[in-house]
């Protein structure tokens, strides 16, 4: 019994002991209680997360969600986080008194800060039949790096998958295996022919003016035809009517600004949207071979928008681009010494669009549409004011319209529209000059029209289906003179037996037919589908040229007797699935496209002033396949996406079993654009209101090239000798990319939004190849062409006034 007393006395004690000591010791420690709530509504936040230091996590300590922490004096780090909202971060200094702390969190799901904007909710990409669809908006393309800080839709488009280029100054984008002639790209409905400034530097779209876009690459509507391979819709934003805006950019590359102003309040308002560049001092600062040497661009967007009724809208948007580009490269053309090479290019676009409801269901929409697209080569005569140019250019006229019925089960629309091309394939215009005479390839006239019906049909709560026909035709148009040759000789001018002139008005060729589309969706469950989709398309419009990726000059032709027009059929499968609150979206989808009446150039091809392009060109079979995985993260401080693709891109070309009739001996051969390894990924990181964190990496298996397979010896001299195309690949092509953006630093005005954008392009400086070509020197040598061979810092400022 002595024993239980003398234990419980012990136990009372050295409880005693235990609690006075930690009484003594909270003497040394600070309260600090954090109160966590919303910061919309106020309410309280009860299962936050706080931490310090980064290392110990802190939970409520009672119901109504207030943390109360014990911290000695000193410096600590304090985050407060909880799921679905931004993370606080603090720096927290702590002395004698006790801290009340009062933390409000940001909404994310009130921010809008989705990657990809969806006109039919965060879960379309499950909900919807349609399959190889990539909506971007404006604000995601924002933060990918820019390069020289310039905002680039194209290089947005490249961080897609199934989406590349052949290089870093290439001429648009290759989507799915297809070439860059094969995308139809639109601005506001007018077609872009050349999409990029300074030979493939930057996009030519301001990104000011632009809202965002879709990307039409698997799953391809009615109501769009003329290309083989997909589809970049792009669209302006529509002026406020409601109260002046204004927003602009400063940067080493360019400068640009964008107002909005209401002309009637409520009614009528226009946009204008200006970029110009002022870099050619740059050159001057660098090696003295790039004195010489000069290169800038301007465009301006403009669109005024005319709010007649509840039922009536009018809207005209307007496009005018220009480039020019000097090298001290000299140049010949007859007896013409030229003391530099000029390139001079401009885009002309307009449409004019109404649309009327008539009720909430039944609407109808007509566009106009306007291109001029005018590139032209210039040659400054030696000790002469004159210039030498080689001029070529596109019209193209359209008138189309549509009609569209709503339903709960059905989104029908179908249309009509008619394009007129009127090419100029190449003048030489040799001004004053007395030793060049006046050239001019004979001008190219052609219709090409279409209608089309499409629903998007509603079946059940799991099944959707995507249904479209449209059906083509296109008739060549004279004046034109048609050749006919010897078949049993390959088509030169060597091997022709007669000939046959069309009046103007007079059609010398005629093809068309139907364009099937068809989507369809099986729901899973609410929150996975699968997808199949099948799409045929004809195009009758084609750039052909010899070099590795068309220049803004290369030459583009109409179809005629002998250039057929290219037909492709794509099937395409995916699975879809996303996160219960859609903040994730995984994909994996698989693709086939096969092209009949592919067009490459014969060896030694030169189409510079050719009436007949036929005896330059064959044509042969594609095939292009491949499978595309992405995963994305649409809400929070952190959003972006990581993607992989594999693909082939592969041609066969055989017309006859002569050496001038076929490629590669008539087997098949990668594309010059066959990349089959592709990985891409982006994030942007929020740290609070005002700074902003984005990295991107890129991947990509390196594109073919042609090396010789042996060597002709001619008087003493060695010449490479060429038998298969595309034979050999150059290095693989990978690059890091950073950018900081500190929104209002400093001031923070009532109307006025500034931010700093800090960009390295190419942060570990990695010297990837653009091409390789050779050279005799000392025998013949293979040389390594690479556009960024280095880090490229750059500095903008960009501002909005609202």
Do not use: C
């Amino acid at each position: 019994m002595k024993t239980i007393i003398l234990l419980l006395i012990s136990i009372l004690f050295l409880l005693h002991f235990s609690s006075f000591s930690q009484g003594a010791d909270k003497q040394h420690f600070v309260t600090i209680k954090v109160i966590v709530r919303d910061s919309s509504d106020n309410s309280l936040l009860k299962d936050a997360v706080v931490r310090v230091d980064f290392q110990k996590v802190y939970s409520s300590s009672d119901s109504t969600g207030i943390h109360t922490l014990f911290l000695r004096k000193g410096t600590y780090a304090l985050s407060v986080s909880h799921l679905g909202y931004r993370t606080f971060n603090l720096k927290l200094f702590v002395n004698n008194k006790n801290i009340n702390l009062n933390v409000k969190l940001v909404n994310v799901a009130r921010e809008l800060d989705e990657v990809v904007v969806n006109s039919q909710g965060g879960n379309s990409n499950v909900v919807r039949p349609l399959l190889g669809v990539n909506p971007l908006s404006m604000k995601m393309i924002k933060r990918i790096p820019a390069m020289m800080g310039e905002t680039d839709v194209l290089r947005g488009l490249q961080m897609l998958p199934g989406v590349t280029s052949v290089g870093e100054a290439a001429n648009g984008v290759n989507i799915r295996g297809g070439t860059t002639d094969q995308n139809l790209i639109l601005l506001d409905d007018t077609p872009i022919f050349n999409p990029t400034h300074l030979f493939g530097l930057f996009s030519i779209f301001p990104p000011d003016a632009i809202t965002g876009l879709d990307l039409y690459k698997g799953g391809i509507p009615a109501r769009f035809g003329g290309r083989a391979s997909s589809v970049v819709d792009i669209y302006m934003i529509n002026p406020s009517l409601e109260k002046f805006k204004m927003t602009g950019g400063i940067s080493l590359v360019s400068n640009r600004l964008t107002i909005e102003q209401p002309l009637i309040k409520d009614k009528l308002g226009i946009m204008v949207s200006g970029r110009a560049s002022f870099n050619d001092f740059l050159f001057k600062l660098g090696p003295p071979r790039l004195e010489n040497i000069k290169a800038n661009f301007y465009d301006l967007a403009t669109k005024i928008y005319y709010k007649i009724n509840t039922k009536n809208t009018l809207s005209l948007s307007g496009y005018l681009s220009k480039d020019f580009f000097q090298t001290d490269l000299l140049g010949t053309i007859g007896n013409v010494n030229a003391t530099s090479t000029q390139y001079d290019y401009r885009t002309v676009n307009s449409s004019l669009k109404w649309f009327h409801a008539f009720n909430s269901k039944l609407n109808l929409q007509t566009v106009a549409v306007y291109t001029h697209y005018q590139p032209q080569t210039l040659l400054p005569e030696l000790n002469s004011n004159n210039k030498v140019s080689i001029a070529s250019g596109i019209r193209y006229n359209q008138i189309k319209s549509s009609l569209s019925y709503n339903t709960e089960e059905h989104k029908i629309e179908m249309g009509i529209s008619t394009i007129l091309y009127d090419i100029n394939p190449g003048t030489l215009n040799p001004g004053t000059s007395k030793s060049v005479n006046f050239k001019s390839a004979p001008a190219e006239k052609s219709i090409e029209s279409g209608i089309y019906v499409e629903d998007e049909y509603t079946l059940s709560k799991r099944f959707n289906l995507s249904f479209g026909l449209r059906y083509s035709q296109y008739w060549t148009m004279g004046p034109s003179t048609v050749r006919y040759y010897d078949p049993s000789l390959p088509k030169s001018d060597f091997s022709v037996i007669d000939s046959t002139v069309y009046q103007s008005g007079q059609s010398s060729a005629k093809y068309g037919g139907f364009e099937p589309r068809l989507a369809l969706k099986y729901s899973l469950n609410e929150v996975s589908s699968i997808k199949f989709g099948y799409s045929l398309m004809r195009q009758y419009l084609q750039v052909v040229s010899n070099t590795t990726t068309p220049l803004p000059t290369s030459r583009w032709a109409t179809s005629n007797k002998y250039i057929k027009p290219q037909v492709s059929q794509l099937f395409s499968v995916g699975y879809f699935k996303n996160s219960k609150d859609n903040v994730y979206e995984f994909s994996l989808e698989a693709y086939q496209r096969t092209t009949e009446n592919i067009i490459d150039f014969k060896p030694g091809a030169d189409f510079l002033f050719q009436p007949y392009i036929e005896t330059q060109t064959l044509q042969g079979k594609g095939n292009a396949y491949g499978i595309e995985l992405m995963l994305s993260k649409k809400k929070g401080a952190a959003t972006g996406w990581i993607n992989y693709t594999y693909s082939r891109a592969l041609n066969q070309i055989k017309v006859g079993d002569r050496f001038e009739e076929q490629i590669n001996n008539g087997k098949w051969y990668a594309t010059n654009f066959d990349r089959p390894h592709s990985l891409n990924a982006t994030i942007s990181v929020a740290q609070g209101k005002h700074h902003e964190f984005g990295f991107t990496f890129v991947y990509n298996t390196g594109r073919p090239f042609t090396v010789p397979d042996g060597f002709v010896m001619y008087n003493d001299v060695k010449y490479p000798f060429y038998r298969d195309r595309n034979n050999d690949r150059i290095k693989d092509y990978h690059r890091l990319d950073f950018s900081w953006t500190i929104h209002n630093p400093t001031l923070n005005k009532k109307y006025w939004e500034g931010s700093w954008t800090f960009t390295v392009y190419n942060i570990y400086a990695r010297a990837n190849a653009y091409s390789v070509y050779l050279r005799s020197e000392n025998g013949l040598r293979a040389y390594q062409l690479t556009i960024f061979g280095s880090a490229i810092p750059s500095l903008t400022y960009n501002f909005k006034f609202i």
